[in-house]
Each structure stands twice: as structure tokens, then as C-alpha cells.
């Protein structure tokens, strides 16, 4: 993979990310943190609604891509993964009675151009996914 890809493919995630941020606060989410990271793995969005805790998996793709829709990127694997780490931020921060919920964001760019000229996204919220 060349650079500017990798580049342009990062670009385009923190755009995602951004847009799903905007995304939960319009709907009354308090975010706590962003890009939380611990030796098992990164959270993307760590928010709070109505007293649950919720860990919020963020994917973005162009939808012109040949590798499947963004909720469809988010294998067993992955799934297992995000589990682990919520389990460690729970435990970091001593959160063990906490209501928790594991949610997705699925952020899907018409179009293959850059970010910044992708057009207007649709965003998909998974509430419980997994």
C-alpha cells in the first residue's frame, strides 16, 4: 500500500470518527473519551446516555469499495477485541456495577475521491451490536 493511500485512508477514518461524535451528541450523548487505547486495544468513542455506558466501534468506507460495506468490516475478532478492552477500561476505572453497551457506527462515503470531496455520508448506528 502506498503511502498517500494509507494517508488518505487514516484521513478518512478520523473524518468518520469525527462525524460520529457529532452523530451521538446531537442525540444527547455526553462523550468521554476518544481514541481511549490500552495494551489490549483502542475504543473509539467512549460516551454516556441515560445512565449506559457505551463503547462505540467506528467504521468508515467509501462505499464505491470492493471490500464490503463498513458494518460488515467488524469480524468475530474484532468483536472479541473491543469486548477486551471495554472489559479493561471497566476494570482501569473500578466501573463494575456500570450499565455497559457495545454499539457501532458505520460511516459510508459516496463515492472513491478524497475525504474532503466524498460527499454527504450516510451514518448508520448500531445500538447493542454485538
Not at 56 to 79: C, H, M, N, P, W
Not at 114 to 130: K, Q, R, V, Y
Amino acid at each position: 500500500m502506498t503511502g498517500l493511500r494509507k494517508d488518505n485512508r487514516k484521513q478518512l477514518g478520523r473524518l468518520g470518527e469525527e462525524l460520529a461524535e457529532a452523530f451521538l451528541r446531537e442525540r444527547g450523548y455526553a462523550i468521554i473519551e476518544r481514541n481511549w487505547r490500552c495494551r489490549t486495544g483502542e475504543i473509539d468513542i467512549i460516551a454516556q446516555v441515560d445512565g449506559i455506558l457505551v463503547f462505540v466501534e467506528v467504521r468508515t468506507r467509501r462505499s464505491s469499495t470492493s471490500f464490503g460495506l463498513a458494518k460488515e468490516s467488524i469480524d468475530y475478532r474484532k468483536q472479541l477485541k473491543v469486548r477486551e478492552t471495554a472489559q479493561f477500561y471497566l476494570h482501569r476505572y473500578k466501573k463494575h456495577e456500570q450499565r455497559v453497551r457495545l454499539d457501532v457506527i458505520a460511516v459510508e462515503f459516496p463515492g472513491d475521491g478524497l475525504p474532503e470531496n466524498a460527499g454527504t455520508p450516510l451514518i448508520e448506528h448500531m445500538i447493542g451490536a454485538f
